[in-house]
């Protein structure tokens, strides 16, 4: 029950870090993907509505025709396919998404 009193702030973060501006600097991508890496699927347990309205900003960032890097393209598309994973990194998307990383 602790929790219950972040969700609504800790979301609202997220929703900050996924608007158009912020999601034309790396900084702020790998910090939104990162905070969904960590808390995203508590956070859906809690409240899937804003879950899903996340995910809306996300996909449209991702899609829309905006200032993204490449990078940042990558780390949008990555979290987009882990939470359709059910929170989980599937052996493909490891593979693809961090082939470049040396053990």
């Known amino acids: 029950m602790p929790m219950m009193a972040l969700v609504n702030p800790v979301y609202d973060c997220l929703f900050r870090l996924a608007q158009p501006d912020s999601l034309s600097e790396e900084e702020e991508v790998d910090c939104l993907v990162l905070q969904l890496h960590r808390v995203g699927e508590q956070l859906e347990k809690m409240n899937r ?4 309205e996340l995910f809306v900003l996300i996909r449209d960032g991702f899609l829309l025709p905006t200032s993204l890097s490449s990078l940042a393209q990558l780390l ?18 490891h593979k693809y998404y961090y082939s470049e990383v040396s053990d």
């Open 49 to 52: 509505q804003r879950m899903d």
């Open 76 to 93: 949008l598309l990555e979290i987009i396919e882990f939470r359709a994973a059910g929170w989980k990194t599937t052996p493909a998307a």
